[in-house]
């Protein structure tokens, strides 16, 4: 069931990305050759208008065919993706990943109409546990309260923050309350290599709160472009640095969404919305062979009024594709340290 979860929830990020190309090529009188839920052959379907609409084998995600959208086509006829107006390939593009906000936006809503708005809590206890640092090693878990740390009374987390942050690679004794029993712990906070302060890996816990319709809508339209913006000073910050960004492949991904699918519903929602904001994000990146390296080629043809060679869009493809592809095995190594830590050794 869990598999089944989480191939259905990144479907419907996949499938929405392509429905916001449809769409858009379809306003603009483009012709769409084929349109298709599912991935691999097709099982059943039908043709209407020049599309032929299909079912796949694979119930992941969604493909559309645009005519002369290929390289090697080379169509530009009016009704082809090639053919058409610079700017109107620009918005066939961007439909993709503005079509994934869309769909994050409503997920968010969703949950702040049915379940409310989750705001981080201030009392000491822990949230979340980082798989393989301090505090997970040293047994803290979800949902443990604490008291003390260094016989010094803990009342807010912001006190326990700075008592660790100030504590980098000495050992501190922290007293636990957990299910009506007092657990003292000793444990040694690392040092963050991004901000230098000493952390164990714990994160606070959330508590929600009803709001109303209207601030639902608006809070939901924040935290899509709010997430983009973070993800982006992350990675700005990073790079200014010169140091490697924690990143997320996809045996990372899967594990998040099991972990998510095996905490409830609204885990489960929360989680494919935060992936649907990241998907429209990475596809806005202006790396040739993404949505956002059309966007540049178009802007660059509105700006000089003169289109690329084709040897240009394919040095580009053949560049994009090697970054995409290093980026794939950066990300998939990242997770395997995460996973097996020993292997760094």
């Not at 594709?321 to 980026?327: A, E, Q, R, S």
Request: charged share 20%; aromatic share 12%.
């Amino acid at each position: 069931m869990t598999m089944i979860l989480i191939i259905f929830g990144l479907g419907v990020v996949i499938f929405f990305h392509e429905l916001g190309h449809f769409v858009m090529a379809k306003i603009f009188k483009l012709k769409v050759l084929q349109f298709s839920f599912g991935l691999g052959k097709e099982i059943m379907g039908f043709t209407y208008k020049d599309t032929r609409y299909s079912i796949c084998i694979f119930p992941f995600g969604g493909a559309v065919k645009i005519k002369g959208e290929s390289l090697d086509e080379e169509n530009y006829e009016k009704d082809s993706f090639l053919g058409t107006e610079w700017y109107k390939r620009i918005s066939v593009v961007f439909a993709g990943p503005f079509m994934n906000y869309v769909l994050a936006f409503f997920l968010f809503l969703f949950l702040s109409m049915f379940y409310g708005v989750a705001e981080i809590s201030n009392e000491p206890i822990v949230g979340n546990v980082i798989t393989n640092l301090p505090a997970e090693k040293a047994g803290i878990k979800p949902k443990d309260k604490v008291l003390k740390i260094n016989d010094i009374e803990i009342k807010q987390w912001r006190d326990m923050a700075e008592i660790i942050h100030n504590s980098a690679e000495k050992k501190i004794k922290i007293l636990l309350e957990r299910e009506n029993r007092i657990i003292e712990l000793g444990i040694i906070p690392v040092k963050d290599p991004s901000s230098g302060v000493g952390i164990i890996g714990i994160s606070p816990g959330y508590i929600t709160r009803k709001v109303a319709f209207f601030d639902s809508v608006k809070i939901s339209l924040l935290q899509p472009v709010a997430i983009s913006v973070i993800s982006v000073k992350y990675l700005v910050e990073k790079m200014v640095k010169l140091q490697k960004p924690e990143v997320a492949g996809p045996i990372g991904i899967v594990q998040v969404m099991a972990k998510a699918a095996k905490s409830g519903m609204e885990q489960f929602v929360y989680t494919i919305a935060l992936i649907s904001s990241a998907v429209g994000l990475f596809n806005l990146f202006p790396i040739p062979i993404l949505d956002g390296g059309h966007i540049v080629f178009g802007l660059i043809e509105g700006l000089f009024h003169r289109r690329p060679t084709k040897k240009v869009y394919e040095i580009a493809n053949y560049v994009g594709l090697f970054l995409i592809l290093t980026l794939f095995m950066f990300a998939t190594y990242s997770d395997i340290l995460r996973n097996f830590p020993g292997l760094k050794k």
